[in-house]
């Protein structure tokens, strides 16, 4: 039996218990927001709080970040995450430490029947897609925010009780030198998929009946293969189930493996069992070694809401989708980047309660529309029934031959911002705003993202207005937490260049029309003949002001 060679775990940070200031005070302390949870949701949360200068303590049972092992779990990181990324300073180390793409294919046995490229419909400064290990993304989050210094990060800090009261939360931590009490105006729960506040309230997830199970093989090779995502349907290889093969950082490519539900999760992770199944893929002259190897299961479940009087849910504990398309993670990054502002003007006294609201009416649909379509795709690559498998094989049969039966070929529809539905405080929808490239009118570039990143307030995009209409707008607009930038013309305003990408991007905004932008860069409303009293309305709505 052929032996295999494992490369050197990957070393993970630790950062040292602090004793908190609560032990051994008698007085029960107060705290605005506390986040539960330090993966990417509880992470991102953190330092979007931290970047608009509202403090935030942070609790995790754990001193590192990732999963003992060093499993690479999400790795797939869209082009909205990586904007959010931007806003809050990370994106650069994640560009030079991860594999960035755009173009994948899609295999039937040994067949090519489908291929995509992401960069298409694409305007932002930042590409479709950067892969990397999900813990070095947590990794460079806990950097920021410690470089950041607002937040208070708190490790081996355990929740063992949250207690919901009529104006906040009480929490029960524990810690390896005694337990504290605390209490939080809002308490966000990050915990994951297995919320243990989530079951301690006793709130019904509806979790689907079967499991996907899935084994990952976290793999470097001595010759590069290209780096594309490839994906096989019905991989003869892996006895007609789905496989993935991803490159990420590091030099590491992530091979999944779909299992059948009732396998041996113990035994399909054995080197000789995962070597074996690789061997067959690759042939035997592909040299390789194993960085990790592990079993990976999971259920849908979503909750009927996202928030619950003080408590708020995001990431995994409030849904859980197939990880195809890269919807889950990506989705609970989203969570936070909608809620951050939120919790941040509330704290802030400029927005009322009501405001936390619009995270459930605006999170909620995206998370039924991500297990719509993911769920479309769970079923094309394992066809529960005669009729499904049959519809299957007359798909990929027809795929190859025929492009309008490309598009059937469900492996995964990839991760995309979702737009969220008219609502009395949203009364277009609301749609993402890339991040594009801009100019200053002295040639001096920034993008929309950087013109998001000081504190917290919309962006008013003019275009050409006049200084008339800037000086009769001004005091309807100065108690607003609201920043105009004119997008041409001579109104005194800061000014950006004209630019045909913007307008077209903003809904064809034409000479004198305004587009208002939320501070999560998503657009609330395009004003096409801005008086003061119409913009003020539209700011009002947006922060759901009466």
Known sequence: MESYTFAPEYQLPHWPFVPPPELGNDTVVRHPIVIVGAGPAGLTLACDLARRGVRAVLLDEDDTVGVRGASSRGICYAQKSLEIFARLGIYERIADKGITWSFGRTFSNEQEVYNFNLKTDSVSVQPPFINL??????????????????????WKNRVTQVTPLADGVRVDVETPAGSYTIEADHLIDATGANSPIRTQLGIDAHPSRSTDRWCISDVRFKKPLPTERWTWVDASFNEGRAVWQHLMGDGVWRIDYQMPEDCDTAHISKPEVAGARLREQLGPGVEFEFVWIGPYGYRDHLLDKFRHGRILFIGDS?????????????????????????????????????????????????????????????????P??????????????LASRHPFARALVNTGRMSVANEYPPAPHLPEGGRTVQN????????????LMELLSDGTQCLG???????????????AVASLPLRLVAVGGDSGLPTLQPDEVLAHHLGDATPGSLCLVRPDAY????????????????????????
């Open 384 to 397: 529960r029934s005669p009729a499904e498998h049959t519809l299957r094989r007359a798909v990929v049969a």
């Open 318 to 382: 409030a849904h859980v989708v197939s990880p195809f398309g890269a919807r889950g993670g990506n989705s609970g990054i989203q969570d936070a980047a909608n809620l951050g502002w939120k919790l941040a003007l509330v704290a802030q006294g400029l927005a009322g309660d009501a405001l936390l609201d619009t995270y459930d009416a605006e999170r909620r649909p995206a998370a039924v529309e991500n297990l719509r379509v993911t769920s479309r795709s769970a079923r094309f690559l394992a």
């Open 436 to 447: 594009l490239p801009l100019r200053h009118l002295d040639g001096t570039t920034t993008t």
């Open 461 to 475: 995009l003019w275009f050409a207005p006049t200084r008339a209409q800037v000086a009769a707008a001004a005091a």
């Open 523 to 546: 657009r609330a409303a395009l004003l096409r003949d801005p008086t003061p009293a119409s913009i003020s309305a539209a700011v009002h709505a947006a922060l759901t002001h009466r």
């Open 133 to 154: 290990q999900q813990f070095y993304v947590e990794w460079f989050l806990v950097d920021r925010i410690l470089e950041l210094g607002v937040a208070d990060l708190r």
